[in-house]
C-alpha cells in the first residue's frame, strides 16, 4: 500500500475511533466515518472489505496499541509502579477532561456494545486488555500475586474511567490512584 493509502486508511481509522468513543458502536454509521474522514466512500470498502466490524475491530486494535505505547512509556520514565499508576491515572483523565468528558476508554464502549453479539469484536477487544494487563503484569512481576494484581489495577481503572466519564470529574480516578497505590504497597 502506498503512502496515499496509508493515509486514507489512518484517516478512516481515526475517524471510526473518534466515532467508537463519543458514539459508540451503535451510534457510528459508515456515513459518519466516510463523512468525518474527508475519505471517499469506495476507500472505505478498498481498506476494510469486511465492512464496519473489521474497520472497528481495526481502530480498536489501533488504539489499544497507542495506549499500550504510552503505558510502556510512562512504565520506563516511572521510578515505581505507584508512580507508574499515578502516571497512568493522570494521562488517562488528561485525556478524558480534555475531551470534554465525551473519551473515556477506546475498548470499553465497544466491549459493552458488542461483546456478547459480535465475536469478532468481542476477540478484538479481548486482545487489547489482554495486552494491557499483560504490560502492567510485567511492572509487579516481582510479586507472587502479579496475575491478580494486573487485572485488578486494570478493572480499577477502567471502571474509574466510566466513572469520571458519567461524573465528568476526575475524582473517581485520584480516589482509584488511592487505592491502588494502598494495593501496591500491601506485601502480597
Known amino acids: 500500500m502506498g503512502q496515499k493509502g496509508a493515509e486514507t486508511r489512518d484517516r478512516l481509522l481515526d475517524a471510526t475511533q473518534e466515532l467508537m468513543e463519543t458514539s459508540g458502536y451503535f451510534g457510528a454509521g459508515l456515513n459518519q466515518v466516510v463523512a468525518l474522514s474527508g475519505a471517499p466512500r469506495g476507500s472505505l470498502y478498498f481498506h476494510f472489505p469486511g465492512g464496519k466490524d473489521e474497520m472497528v475491530g481495526a481502530s480498536v486494535r489501533r488504539a489499544g496499541q497507542t495506549i499500550g505505547d504510552a503505558l510502556t512509556g510512562l512504565a520506563e520514565s516511572s521510578d515505581s509502579v505507584t508512580a507508574l499508576a499515578d502516571a497512568m491515572l493522570g494521562f488517562l483523565g488528561d485525556q478524558l477532561e480534555q475531551s470534554g468528558w465525551r473519551k473515556g476508554c477506546p475498548v470499553a464502549t465497544v466491549a459493552l456494545e458488542t461483546a456478547a453479539t459480535n465475536d469478532p469484536l468481542q476477540q478484538a477487544c479481548s486482545e487489547v ?41 476526575r475524582d473517581p480516578l485520584t480516589r482509584v490512584g488511592r487505592q491502588i497505590n494502598a494495593l501496591l504497597s500491601t506485601p502480597a
Open 129 to 169: 486488555y489482554r495486552a494491557w494487563e499483560a504490560a502492567l503484569r510485567i511492572q509487579v512481576a516481582d510479586r507472587p500475586d502479579a496475575d491478580d494484581l494486573a487485572i485488578t489495577i486494570l478493572a480499577l481503572v477502567e471502571g474509574a474511567l466510566v466513572l469520571a466519564r458519567a461524573h465528568r470529574s
